[in-house]
């Protein structure tokens, strides 16, 4: 196989001394050891959008906000996505939403997963992700890593470790193997069908 999918890991938070720096690291790093596919992390703190103030919506107008033309591009630029996100009052942070408020076309028929963390593994934040990114015409994959309460209370307060949790990188593992098939996959077929 000679074409690797580009793969984008999307942070979700941008506050001072957020611990979404752990997992997106961690992941990173374990995605990087394969050599089907490339990797990119993406920060929001390097998109600093708007409120979202476009005068039309995006199905019918192209985005004018210079930060959120780069900021599409670079979404643009990926066959897959990994969503790090936190969970925020049971949702996803307003950092992401907002965000995603400012893509359309450019996530169009490409695979999704997540890495989630929070009291319950930011299950909640998770599938309120999944609502979301249908209507950006993403296809969310089953496998996802959920970081909850023990591990992070471990990280954040017993001086632990992601490589304390092997069972996360365990789950990790059928999630990017998923992953690649179906970026290599939908690649394929948004070709075919250009
Ligand atoms: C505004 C806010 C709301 C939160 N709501 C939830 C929540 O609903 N569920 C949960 O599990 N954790 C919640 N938390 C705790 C976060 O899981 C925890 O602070 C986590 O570290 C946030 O990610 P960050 O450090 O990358 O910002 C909340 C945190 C913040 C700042």
Redesign the pocket.
Known sequence: MSFKPRIGII?????P?????TPTQWIHDIARQRTDSEFEVVDLRDYPLPLFEEKLPLVYAPVENPVAKRWAATIASFDGYIFVT??????V?GALKNALDHLYAETHRKPATFVG??????S??VEHLRHILAELHVATLKHAVHIG?VE?IGM?REGRTMADYPHLAEAAKPMLDDLVWWSITLKAGRAATA
Do not use: I, P, Q
Request: charged share 20%; hydrophobic share 30%.
């Open positions: 942070m979700s938070t941008t506050r001394g957020r611990f979404g720096d936190a969970e925020y009052n049971h949702s942070t963390y929070g009291g319950v593994g930011g909640r934040a309460m992070m954040l």
